[in-house]
């Protein structure tokens, strides 16, 4: 069967990138038809109502790097997205003290002053630092990376422009963002403070999502993540979005359509077609096929090269590279159904430090010992987690009285020994939950319903490939112009009028959707 | 002669402080070079020495040797017998083949690869750092010329400097070859004085930082006995058995320095120190900007590496003989030293000359606790283990002993780790690449500086160039 509709641009996948990217071409004025094979959009930026009444944010959880441009280009708030601060860490210590994080800077400053004066003075500058540094890096996400091997005067003048932007930061920024490039968190970290458990919860929030250990160089640079979001003044370091990363997604889409585009659900792509070394269209698992002469995957780079274009000839070299990008999905989730808030024994009862988040890193040693576990391919027998109660800020997640916890846990790797299997995905959660016992005994008696996601599953369930969250691990060698594959970071592929458009290409990673909106000006540019 | 007459004084006779020294003298100046240590390792130099210093200080007729052992490394295999690997690429895609076929036929390639990248550091290395942050038009040229010799190059080459110098040496091996044993022996020499395993981002700009200066399909530094040829050369006066420290004049600037035991003085208007930079400025510290204390103070230079002696009643059936049966056999031995711990099965590699064992063992970190002898036993120990022999045959010092012996800061015999925020212009400390310290007339020459530790005198080369380039403008 064949479509009646004429499109001009058919986007696998509906995650946030695919629906950004099909939103600034409807505003374009294209034809836009989304194909999505789940039977809501989202990809892994989705609620899902997981036990009745219990609403979870499944796989994504808060809100940072939303690109402000998007937020305004696509009016997002207008569609019902709406960000609610998440303001404070609390880090449980093993010997019952902690460290916590306040919302108000003095109260923070006094909280680290009680561990340590002179890190409460370091903090100041270091966050000074940080946030000229995300300034620095700012620009670079929303440009196209150059090729630097092409001779293209276009190319040559864009790097020439970067190198121009790199030594006008002056020596200081510059030598301060090499170290943010090439050191691991916990050398950086050590530089400027001395308190272990403050460097262990700053390094964790630089090892998510990567197969890295805190002492592994190049896990520094993540620590920026953490002051981009505030650059723009649009929110807080994290948010959370009300009603879950779901209505982020749920956002995007009403932008989309209200532009005209049209996102069809359960709807899974098989291939793309083919013709002559040009795209025409894809092919349904149904045996549809739709035509259109562009067509654009949001899918990861090994599922986009090497599933969708299955059968095509592409260049040696590439497939080469595209089997090389590292993937080595390293988290898990777990979701809890609470009857009540767990009670940490370091901050008894129930107070603000639920309305934000916590962090279970009370010492570099443990995170990395964490680490350890996952890299000769166990899961860390005491992980670190991120954890988050939404229903305590946003009440419509749970029944009343009742609550959602949501645990973040690193490391679980996919290729654990002896593969993921029922028994090994009960011994993780297992491990998860005895470990929060530790820093809240009674909390396992809290417990309704717990929903546990390995790498395997968040695979099976998003077809994030190897259940990598960035769709492709964020290591240097992955990012920029080697971002899927070098001569291919621009978002066009070997095969004319096919696109890629997720965030296995520059910059990726994260809910930020500049992937999205950077395929996006590509297309348009060569349209005209 | 002693007091005046010196227009410079080095502080080291290692083999960049001889360089520099000479160079010096060759521009006449009258240099003296003050030594702590009595007598002259008698052990060979393991790095490249760049062509320039054997043709500029006319080394080859002064009885220069450089080994070129064949096979240039030995390595145990599992079900026994050797891996080895010879000078020859086909040589050695014949021994690999017979453990694995694929990894034979991608090893032409992989030593093409490599041999390329390296190049590109040997024109990098002879010269001081790029300074990026320069306006001056000479080095925007420089930078410009970089840039031209690498595009050159060809595509390839530019996706591999970029790729690769991030990434682990790990996942570097792992992308060419699938042979444990050949990438146990070829991963080690990307952890060489790092404390990181090879799952380490970074080691792969390590492993090619060692394989520089030396031909295609050989991944070892070549050794020498430059020092010895350095130390007879005329030209310098070497004074041995006086540690030296730094004096400054009441003008703040270097005045020369003060040999310590003899309390002597000695007076020059430049000092050159090969030691490490922070053990060189620590003594003056207090008359330096602050942020630049701290930032010496950050450089890290965390000593993994004891080296020693291996007496064996045999000639030695071997050359160089690598233990580093695995990747993961490197990373569960620095997961030792992550927390403090001796490797219990560390990386051993002996290499004879002469009938002379030296030894190798990584990791065994510094610490500033007192070493037991207990802790001694345990890794001769475990040496001896690795080797085959009596633990009572295996001499080492610890990074601990050369604090201790010879003010090593923490025992990092390449005084910083090269890393890749402690190499080219950040190296020793960002601003400060240059050879220059923030005190007039000191300067730095040792592989604290650009390029580093395992490159034979290039160091006091680019030093004593940029000390004479300045005193000409």
């Given at each position: ?528 | ?308 002696t291996l007496?064996l009643?045999?000639?030695a059936?071997f050359s160089t003989l690598c233990v ?24 051993v590699e002996a290499w004879a000359?002469?009938?002379?064992i030296d030894v190798h063992v ?21 040496v001896?283990?690795a080797l085959?022999a ?84």
């Amino acid at each position: 069967m064949t479509s009646p509709i004429r499109y001009d641009a058919i986007v696998i996948g509906g995650g946030h990138n695919g629906l950004v990217h099909a939103a600034y071409l409807a505003r374009a004025g294209k034809k836009v038809l989304v194909l999505e094979r789940r039977p809501r959009v989202g990809g892994a930026a989705v609620t899902e109502e997981v036990f009745p009444g219990f609403k979870f944010s499944m796989f994504s959880y808060v809100v940072s790097l939303l690109r402000p441009e998007i937020i305004r280009d696509l009016s997002l708030p207008r569609h019902g997205l709406h960000i609610l601060p998440l303001e404070s860490t609390l880090t449980p210590m093993e010997n019952g003290d902690y460290l916590a994080a306040w919302g108000d800077h003095d109260e923070t400053r006094r909280e680290l002053c009680r561990h340590s004066p002179r890190d409460a003075e370091a903090y100041d500058e270091y966050g000074r630092l940080m946030h000229h540094m995300a300034h620095a890096v700012k620009p670079i996400l929303g440009m196209v990376p150059p090729d630097p091997t092409s001779l293209n005067p276009r190319d040559l003048f864009a790097l020439l422009r970067l190198g121009r932007h790199f030594r006008g930061l002056g020596g200081e920024r510059l030598h301060a963002l090499v170290k943010l490039m090439t050191m691991s968190s916990a050398d950086l970290l050590d530089e400027w403070f001395e308190t272990d458990v403050l460097k262990a919860t700053k390094a964790a929030s630089g090892i998510i999502g990567t197969f890295l250990g805190p002492r592994s160089p190049g896990t520094a640079y993540v620590l920026l993540h953490h002051y981009m979001g505030e650059l723009d003044g649009v929110f807080r370091a994290w948010g959370f979005a009300k009603g879950g990363t779901g209505s982020v997604s749920e956002a995007i889409a009403a932008a989309a359509r209200e532009f005209g585009a049209e996102i069809r659900c359960d709807a899974t792509v098989a291939r793309v077609l083919v013709k002559g070394g040009r795209a025409t269209g894809v092919a349904l698992q149904n045996g549809d096929e739709i035509s259109a002469p562009v067509v654009v995957s949001s899918l990861d780079p090994r599922r986009t090269f090497l599933q969708l274009l299955e059968g095509t000839a592409l260049p040696e070299e590439f497939v080469a590279d595209i089997r090389r990008f590292k993937f080595r999905g390293s988290s898990g989730k777990v979701n809890l159904a609470l009857d009540a808030l767990p009670n940490f024994t370091c901050m008894p009862g129930v107070g603000r430090h639920h309305r934000g988040a916590v962090s279970i890193s009370p010492s570099l040693d443990y995170v990395e010992r964490a680490y350890d576990d996952a890299k000769y391919g166990e899961f860390s027998r005491r992980p670190y987690m991120d954890i988050v109660f939404p229903s305590v800020i946003d009440p419509g997640m749970a029944p009343p009285g009742k609550h959602v916890m949501s645990i973040f846990v690193q490391y679980a790797p996919y290729h654990v020994n002896g593969g993921w299997t029922d028994a090994k995905r009960d011994a993780f959660g297992d491990a998860v939950i005895d470990t929060v016992e530790q820093f809240a005994p009674g909390f396992k008696s809290l417990i309704l319903h717990r929903q546990v996601l390995t790498p395997a599953d968040i695979e099976r369930i998003t077809g994030l490939s190897e259940g990598n969250i960035f769709a492709g691990e964020l290591a240097l060698h992955q990012l920029f112009f080697l971002r899927p594959a070098p001569g291919w970071a621009k978002f066009r592929t070997p095969v004319r009028g096919f696109y890629q458009c997720g965030s296995g290409t520059h910059p990726g990673g994260g809910i930020m959707g500049a992937s999205g909106r950077l395929a996006a000006l590509a297309v348009l540019g060569d349209g005209r | 002669m002693s007091g005046a007459g010196w227009d410079a004084v080095v502080i080291g006779a290692g083999v960049n402080g001889l360089v520099a020294a000479h160079y010096l003298a060759r521009a006449g100046r009258r240099v003296l070079v003050v030594e702590q240590r009595q007598e002259a390792s008698p052990a060979l130099e393991t790095g490249w020495i760049p062509p320039h210093i054997i043709r500029e200080l006319g080394l080859a007729s002064r009885g220069l040797r450089v080994a070129q052992p064949d096979p240039w490394i030995a390595a145990p295999l599992p079900a026994g017998g050797r891996l080895e690997l010879w000078r020859d690429v086909g040589k050695s895609a014949e021994a690999i083949r017979r453990l694995s076929p694929a990894d034979a036929a991608r090893w032409p390639e992989f030593c093409l690869r490599m041999r390329r990248l390296a190049g590109v550091l040997e024109a990098l290395y002879v010269q001081p750092p790029p300074d990026v942050e320069s306006r001056e038009v000479g080095e925007l040229v420089r930078l410009a010329r970089l840039g031209l010799h690498v595009r050159r190059l060809g595509k390839q080459a530019i996706i591999d400097l970029a790729r690769i110098l991030p990434m682990s040496v790990a996942e570097l091996l792992d992308d060419w070859f699938a042979n444990d044993t050949l990438k146990g022996l070829l991963g080690a020499a990307g952890v060489w004085h790092l404390k990181q395993g090879p799952y380490s981002g970074g080691t792969a700009f390590n492993f090619l930082h060692h394989h520089v200066g030396s031909p295609a399909g050989v991944f070892r530094p070549p050794r020498s006995n430059i020092a010895q040829v350095l130390t007879a050369l005329p030209g310098v006066e070497i004074r041995r058995d006086a540690e030296a420290t730094v004096v400054l004049g009441s003008d703040g600037r270097a005045a020369g320095v003060l040999l310590v035991q003899r309390h002597e003085q000695v007076e020059a208007p430049l000092v050159v120190s090969s030691a490490d930079p922070r053990s060189t400025l620590w003594d003056v510290r207090g008359t330096l900007d602050p942020e630049f204390v701290h930032a010496l103070s950050n450089v890290k230079c965390r000593g993994v590496v004891a080296r020693g002696t291996l007496a064996l009643d045999r000639p030695a059936d071997f050359s160089t003989l690598c233990v580093a049966p695995s990747l993961e056999f490197l990373e569960r031995a620095y997961d030792d030293a992550k927390y403090g711990r001796d490797s219990a099965r560390p990386y051993v590699e002996a290499w004879a000359e002469d009938g002379r064992i030296d030894v190798h063992v990584q990791y065994v970190p510094f610490s500033d606790q007192k070493r037991t002898d207990e802790h001694r036993r345990a890794l001769a120990a475990s040496v001896g283990a690795a080797l085959g022999a009596e633990p009572g045959r295996v001499t080492l010092h610890t990074p601990d002993d050369w604090e201790r012996l010879y003010d090593l800061t923490e025992g990092h015999l390449y005084h910083g780790e090269l890393t890749l925020d402690q190499i080219l212009f950040m190296r020793p400390v960002p601003g400060w690449s240059r050879y220059r310290t923030p005190i007039d007339g000191l300067y730095l020459c040792g592989p604290g500086t650009h390029p580093g530790g395992g490159i034979a005198g290039a160091a006091g080369r680019n030093a004593a160039r940029e000390i004479l380039r300045k005193k000409r403008t």
